[in-house]
């Protein structure tokens, strides 16, 4: 097995900058606090010279316009989970971890935190016991679905950034190992198990979670990384530190099992991310937003499904939360796409009150096998571009706006056909059908209102004397509907050569005793 370690040092402070820009200039005054000291700083923060552990009392002494946020153990569990459904598409084996002296290291869940309110308003609970966490994959059934291990990390690497975190990677044969080598540093990969075992030798003793205890009397007996540990005779490094320590380090080395709980995604998608500050306007909400689609993104590709509605919740103090439904012609899992449809949405959309939180939610998912990628252009990639191009238009102009005419089982010309909004790509294209071939051709074209014709010695006349050429079409049909219609229908040309649809009803109008009408022309 091949085991791959996400360790996210920074994650305290990552859920609250998910909703904010990190193009420089924009890093916020943020430091995560306890209550008294300071746990992380955002870089504007350190740059200025606040520091994790000094109080914050300091800390504003500092810089008086620091922003100051307790500790949310909710916002940080939510978002590892939603961090772990992210990484399901990359392969179904996902664990979380969580270092804490606890009968079972590397258990599945942090410690239950109090009841989430909004950033303001978060449990001010110490996390000590829970000081670093993450996530463990099983990638080697991966590796050739994504090109390798490098490959695969770097897309990991990729996706991971976009999503606003901060991680250290790490890769060994073990999970523990795998766990303990991206505690440590970022990038340590290692594939055979003497490799590993090398590897392993050179850390320090404190990347053992139960060495934290005794780490005085280590250090007294000179032990000072995992080499020196490993020499001490078993049976008494058992009886002096506890059977927990030499677990522990064995479960590192492959000596001991290590099962895991494996991480299942939930039936539905469900995120909200708390914004830092208020924002006035809707197209600040872009940034965040695109974050919550890369999260669908992902949970929709673990689970090999993707969506047509996505519904965006954008919430207030004092009204209603204002809701933003994204429709896609078809069904798809592609971040990009949905962001594209967002940005047009939000164009229109004005703030009654300033946000604070935003909400994703995704419920109706359809079946959605991965495409092949086409060098060349071919019948499916334009029906996307043409996908892509109603999309666009209906968030733009509205749903209702973007209209397809649709054939009608009616042989009266003007009731042949309707009108209706573009709700799904699949249903695009000629639909309905005749139930009887035509004896004439039929124009494109036809008038909004058929045009009165006068007669001159027995032949309609427009602009000039009428030459008929084919027909009569005779159509006798709505009685049903009150709007019957007893007409023959006629090919003409003009002077010019220019063909015409026209028909004389069998009872003439009775006002104006005429019966020659156009209706159409041909091109």
Not at 50 to 59: E, L, Q, S, Y
Not at 90 to 111: I, K
């Amino acid at each position: 097995m091949l085991w791959l370690g996400l360790f996210l040092p920074r994650l305290p402070i990552d859920v609250f900058l998910q909703g904010i820009d990190n193009t420089p200039g924009s890093d916020p005054l943020l430091a995560v606090c306890d209550r008294t000291k300071v746990l992380h700083a955002s870089p504007a923060a350190l740059a200025l010279g606040i520091r994790p552990g000094i109080k914050r009392a300091t800390a504003l002494a500092q810089a008086a316009s620091l922003q100051i946020v307790e500790r949310a153990p909710a916002i940080e569990q939510d978002a590892l989970e939603r961090l772990a459904s992210w990484a399901l598409q990359f392969t179904p084996c996902v664990s979380l971890q969580a270092s804490s002296l606890s009968p079972r290291p590397g258990s599945a869940t942090l410690p239950a935190p109090r009841a989430a309110g909004t950033i303001r308003r978060r449990s001010t609970r110490s996390a000590s016991t829970a000081k670093d966490f993450g996530l463990l994959l099983e990638i080697e059934p991966s590796l050739r679905l994504f090109g390798g291990r490098d490959a695969l990390i770097a897309r990991l690497r990729e996706g991971i950034a976009q999503l606003g975190f901060s991680a250290q990677l790490g890769c060994a044969p073990t999970a523990a190992a795998a766990w303990l080598f991206c505690r440590h540093a970022d990038g340590i990969l290692t594939a055979g198990q003497a490799h590993m075992n090398a590897q392993l030798a050179e850390l320090p003793v404190e990347v053992l979670d139960y060495a934290a205890p005794h780490l005085d009397s280590l250090q007294t007996l000179g032990i000072a990384n995992l080499r020196d540990l490993v020499q001490l005779p078993r049976a008494g490094l058992a009886r002096r530190f506890g059977k927990d320590l030499l677990g522990e380090l064995d479960r590192a080395l492959g000596r001991e099992p290590d099962p895991r709980i494996w991480f299942t995604a939930p039936e539905r998608f469900s995120a909200r991310l708390e914004l830092l500050a208020q924002v006035e306007h809707a197209q600040g909400l872009l940034f965040g937003a695109r974050r919550l689609l890369m999260q669908l993104a992902g949970w929709l590709g673990a689970r090999h499904a993707a969506t047509r509605t996505v519904q965006i919740r954008i919430e207030h103090d004092d009204l209603p939360p204002t809701i933003i439904e994204l429709r896609a012609a078809e069904p798809t899992r592609d971040a990009q796409r949905l962001s594209s449809l967002l940005r047009e949405r939000l164009a229109i959309t004005r703030l009654a009150q300033p946000a604070h939180t935003l909400a994703l939610h995704c419920e109706q998912i359809h079946p959605l096998a991965a495409g092949n990628e086409e060098l060349f252009p071919v019948p499916a990639s334009m029906h996307e571009s043409l996908g892509r191009l109603i999309e666009r238009l209906g968030a733009r102009l509205g749903h209702n706006q973007v209209q397809r005419l649709l054939l009608v089982q009616d042989h009266r010309p003007e009731s042949a056909w309707r009108a209706e909004a573009v709700d799904d790509m699949a249903t695009l294209g000629p639909t309905g059908q005749r139930t009887t071939e035509h004896a004439l051709p039929r124009p494109i074209w036809l008038l909004p209102r058929p045009v009165a014709l006068t007669e001159r010695s027995n032949r309609p006349y427009w602009h000039g004397p009428l030459t008929l050429l084919a027909g009569p079409e005779r159509i006798e049909s709505g009685w049903w509907d009150g709007a019957l219609v007893q007409r023959d229908y006629f090919i003409a040309s003009d002077e010019s050569g220019a063909m015409l649809w026209l028909y004389r009803e069998r009872v003439p109008d009775a006002q104006t005793r005429q019966g020659w009408f156009l209706h159409g022309r041909f091109g």
